[in-house]
T-cell receptor, first 115, second 109 residues
Framework: GAGVSQSPSNKVTEKGKDVELRCDPISGHTALYWYRQSLGQGLEFLIYFQGNSAPDKSGLPSDRFSAERTGGSVSTLTIQRTQQEDSAVYLC?????????????FGPGTRLLVL | QKEVEQNSGPLSVPEGAIASLNCTYS??????FFWYRQYSGKSPELIMSIYSNGDKEDGRFTAQLNKASQYVSLLIRDSQPSDSATYLC?????????FGTGTRLQVTL
């Protein structure tokens, strides 16, 4: 596709349920990032995948959060036993290569609401 | 805690004026700096990147970097109502980007 796509665009769930968020990066981009943006807050880094390297999981807020990237392309962010404080917009970004000089292109985000 | 600090605003400027957005960062080893624009309800999009001290101009936008002062700014000349958005200052260190909370800019008619 032309850009980063994410699904679903909106998700409402009940506290305690598990959710899966999907990101499809730009074709050919080797780096993929997940961020979380809460109301009035900056983007919070969650996890970073670069090629076949082990992901940088240092931003995951708890062990309820996990992510995988299959075949170096599509990524899934899973939140287990969701809590109300997990409500936020989850943004995925990809870049051609990893590193901080590469432009990151963001997807439209998934708006998660935990009731 | 590595931080990027921005005034949340709103910064209100009349159409045609220069908007000046400022940012400071705490991590001295930050190597790259970006300004992203985020319209309400939309995802961020890159406006400018700057890696060395001085000014970098692109159309109506000028990014300024002063590593000694740990200060980054974005100037928008001839501001237009379509520039009304939140501007995110970003510092890159190693493999990580640290985002500020953004400055909301309002360009008034």
């Amino acid at each position: 596709g032309a850009g980063v796509s994410q699904s679903p665009s909106n998700k409402v769930t009940e506290k305690g349920k598990d959710v899966e968020l999907r990101c499809d990066p730009i074709s050919g981009h080797t780096a993929l990032y997940w961020y979380r943006q809460s109301l009035g807050q900056g983007l919070e880094f969650l996890i970073y995948f670069q090629g076949n390297s082990a992901p940088d999981k240092s931003g995951l807020p708890s062990d309820r959060f996990s992510a995988e990237r299959t075949g170096g392309s599509v990524s899934t962010l899973t939140i287990q036993r969701t809590q109300q404080e997990d409500s936020a917009v989850y943004l995925c970004a990809s870049s051609l290569a990893g590193g901080v000089t590469e432009t990151q292109y963001f997807g439209p985000g998934t708006r998660l609401l935990v009731l | 805690q590595k931080e990027v600090e921005q005034n949340s605003g709103p910064l209100s400027v009349p159409e045609g004026a220069i908007a000046s957005l400022n940012c400071t960062y705490s991590d001295r080893v930050s190597q790259s700096f970006f300004w992203y624009r985020q319209y309400s309800g939309k995802s961020p999009e890159l406006i400018m990147s700057i890696y060395s001290n001085g000014d970098k101009e692109d159309g109506r936008f000028t990014a300024q970097l002063n590593k000694a002062s740990q200060y980054v700014s974005l100037l928008i000349r001839d501001s237009q109502p379509s520039d009304s958005a939140t501007y995110l200052c970003v510092a890159g260190t190693a493999s990580k980007l640290t985002f500020g909370t953004g400055t909301r800019l309002q360009v008034t008619l």
